[in-house]
């Protein structure tokens, strides 16, 4: 019936399109209206309303509560070591949980959680084309302006070239950044050849991770119902996955395209899944490498070191949300560093439980009765724990503890969880305890481990 329809999911697939696909970057107009606030809104409003008739029964996820304990930890630290971006925090903060709670809450069975899946599938695969397509575009000089640098709106100067130097030799404005740039569509630019989205996702280790996580799902709604149409889309995701991350010449993007199909095998073949999986290596080592890649991995265990060093020196509270550049002259470049850095062992273990509650969430999906209903539900869950595993390991070398397309999944895999205990209440995740004590521990070893191989390095 038409009064059974959940209002808020509609408003969620539309600002879900817009946070990651960002069209008013490509259509300038667009910016002119806050469609971003307007959809945040109608999806507050939606749920709300929801919930008053009857037609979204409130089950709390199971990260909820532990998500906003890290909220108002976050903004603890802000206000103990950085009371003049408190504002700041609280506002980013607040949008990031509420977008996390209205789409962890907006489904009601496992056909408005695929609806929702399917629409983070087309938003990630135009991250993929867009990519796909700028690699694939010659060369020519642009010229950066003003204090952005290059992370601003490049100036065209419509000259092709193979290399800097080309446009620098009879340019006019010395001020000005120059670069040799694929140039795709509606402006965008490659940052030192390296193919990159727009917004958030503008850094091309980023843009591959977004580029590679819609492949299982792409896969899962193929098993689900397979179909000449279902497939295509399969292959597709797959090839744009795979261009984006050699493209954009992330070693990380590269590591996640493997694991994403690492995952598959290993639950299909055991260990000697992950055998099967090597060949993967292959053309993403001699086609997706980079020059400079050394001092990159140092530079980064660097900023990682610095991360570390924060978190001895006050281990309770960290420096403060969003406080890490103010100590180091570069973010961590890894979030299980990111975290205990800025949010101290407190934050570490609170960011840790939301994250340990999504593979719990997918592994129960294994655990489901024999029968028909169950396939759909391992299906998707076998598609979201691949996805969540190759989102682990991105993250292991990107600052993404805070960005909304980690919270989007989030979000989307507890919505799947409220889907999968809806049919089978059995199956409902329950935190406590030991799992503090597992993340504790598993974090305190992470950055042991880090601490050891540095020093091993002679990084400091």
């Given at each position: 019936?038409?009064c059974?329809?959940?209002m808020?999911?509609?408003?969620?697939?539309?600002?879900?399109?817009?946070?990651?696909?960002?069209?008013f970057?490509f259509?300038p107009?667009?910016?002119q209206?806050?469609?971003?606030?307007?959809?945040?809104?109608?999806?507050v409003?939606?749920?709300?309303?929801?919930l008053?008739?009857?037609?979204?029964?409130?089950?709390?996820?199971?990260?909820?509560?532990w998500?906003v304990?890290?909220?108002?930890?976050?903004?603890?630290?802000a206000?103990?070591?950085?009371?003049g971006?408190l504002w700041?925090a609280i506002?980013?903060?607040s949008i990031?949980?509420?977008?996390?709670v209205?789409?962890?809450h907006c489904v009601t069975?496992?056909?408005?959680f695929?609806?929702?899946a399917?629409?983070?599938l087309?938003c990630?695969m135009?991250?993929?084309?867009?990519?796909?397509?700028?690699?694939?575009?010659?060369?020519?000089?642009?010229?950066y302006v003003g204090a952005?640098g290059?992370?601003?709106r490049p100036?065209?100067?419509?000259?092709?070239c193979?290399?800097?130097a080309?446009c620098?030799w009879?340019?006019?404005?010395?001020?000005?950044?120059y670069g040799?740039e694929?140039v795709g569509?509606?402006?965008?630019?490659?940052?030192?050849?390296r193919?990159?989205?727009?917004?958030?996702l503008n850094?091309p280790?980023e843009?591959?991770?977004a580029?590679?996580?819609?492949?299982?799902?792409?896969?899962?709604r193929y098993?689900?119902?397979r179909?000449?149409?279902?497939?295509?889309?399969?292959?597709l995701?797959?090839i744009?996955?795979a261009?984006t991350a050699v493209?954009s010449?992330?070693?990380?993007?590269?590591?996640v395209?493997i694991?994403?199909f690492?995952?598959?095998f290993?639950?299909?073949?055991?260990?000697k899944?992950i055998l099967?999986?090597?060949?993967?290596?292959v053309p993403m080592?001699?086609?997706g490498?980079?020059e400079?890649?050394?001092?990159s991995?140092t530079a980064?265990l660097s900023c990682?070191?610095?991360?570390i060093?924060?978190?001895?020196?006050?281990?309770?509270?960290?420096?403060g949300?969003?406080q890490?550049?103010?100590?180091?002259?570069?973010?961590a470049?890894?979030?299980?560093?990111l975290?205990?850095?800025?949010?101290g062992?407190?934050?570490?273990v609170l960011?840790?439980?939301?994250?340990w509650?999504?593979i719990?969430?997918?592994?129960?999906?294994?655990?489901?009765p024999?029968?028909?209903?169950?396939?759909?539900?391992?299906?998707w869950?076998?598609a979201?724990?691949s996805?969540?595993?190759?989102m682990?390991?991105?993250?292991f070398?990107?600052?993404f503890a805070y960005e909304?397309?980690?919270?989007?999944f989030l979000?989307?895999i507890?919505?799947?969880?409220?889907?999968?205990?809806?049919?089978w209440?059995?199956c409902?995740?329950?935190?406590?305890?030991?799992d503090?004590a597992?993340?504790?521990?598993a974090?305190?070893t992470?950055?042991?481990l880090?601490?050891?191989?540095?020093r091993?390095?002679?990084v400091v």
């Amino acid at each position: 019936m038409l009064c059974e329809q959940p209002m808020a999911l509609p408003a969620m697939l539309a600002l879900v399109f817009f946070i990651v696909v960002r069209p008013f970057d490509f259509f300038p107009t667009l910016a002119q209206f806050p469609f971003l606030y307007l959809f945040f809104f109608l999806g507050v409003l939606g749920l709300i309303v929801d919930l008053a008739r009857g037609a979204l029964r409130w089950t709390p996820s199971p990260a909820l509560p532990w998500a906003v304990a890290l909220v108002f930890w976050a903004l603890a630290t802000a206000l103990l070591h950085a009371r003049g971006t408190l504002w700041t925090a609280i506002v980013e903060l607040s949008i990031l949980i509420s977008v996390y709670v209205v789409i962890a809450h907006c489904v009601t069975d496992f056909q408005s959680f695929s609806r929702l899946a399917g629409l983070i599938l087309l938003c990630l695969m135009v991250v993929g084309a867009v990519c796909t397509h700028q690699g694939l575009q010659p060369r020519q000089c642009v010229a950066y302006v003003g204090a952005e640098g290059v992370e601003g709106r490049p100036i065209f100067l419509e000259r092709p070239c193979t290399e800097v130097a080309d446009c620098v030799w009879d340019s006019r404005d010395w001020d000005a950044t120059y670069g040799c740039e694929h140039v795709g569509l509606s402006g965008t630019t490659s940052i030192q050849g390296r193919v990159r989205y727009v917004g958030t996702l503008n850094d091309p280790n980023e843009s591959a991770l977004a580029a590679c996580l819609p492949i299982p799902i792409a896969i899962a709604r193929y098993q689900r119902r397979r179909g000449p149409r279902r497939l295509v889309v399969v292959v597709l995701a797959i090839i744009l996955g795979a261009a984006t991350a050699v493209l954009s010449q992330s070693r990380g993007g590269q590591l996640v395209f493997i694991t994403l199909f690492a995952v598959y095998f290993l639950k299909r073949y055991g260990l000697k899944g992950i055998l099967a999986a090597l060949p993967l290596c292959v053309p993403m080592v001699l086609f997706g490498g980079r020059e400079g890649g050394d001092s990159s991995t140092t530079a980064r265990l660097s900023c990682q070191a610095a991360g570390i060093d924060m978190f001895l020196h006050s281990p309770v509270t960290g420096v403060g949300f969003r406080q890490f550049e103010e100590y180091h002259e570069q973010t961590a470049h890894n979030s299980f560093v990111l975290v205990p850095a800025e949010l101290g062992v407190v934050g570490m273990v609170l960011w840790g439980i939301v994250f340990w509650a999504c593979i719990k969430i997918c592994l129960a999906s294994f655990k489901t009765p024999t029968g028909p209903d169950s396939e759909e539900a391992r299906i998707w869950g076998m598609a979201l724990l691949s996805s969540f595993a190759a989102m682990a390991v991105g993250i292991f070398f990107l600052s993404f503890a805070y960005e909304l397309l980690l919270w989007i999944f989030l979000g989307l895999i507890n919505a799947y969880h409220a889907a999968l205990v809806r049919k089978w209440p059995e199956c409902r995740v329950r935190l406590g305890g030991k799992d503090v004590a597992w993340v504790m521990g598993a974090g305190l070893t992470v950055l042991a481990l880090l601490f050891v191989y540095i020093r091993i390095k002679g990084v400091v």
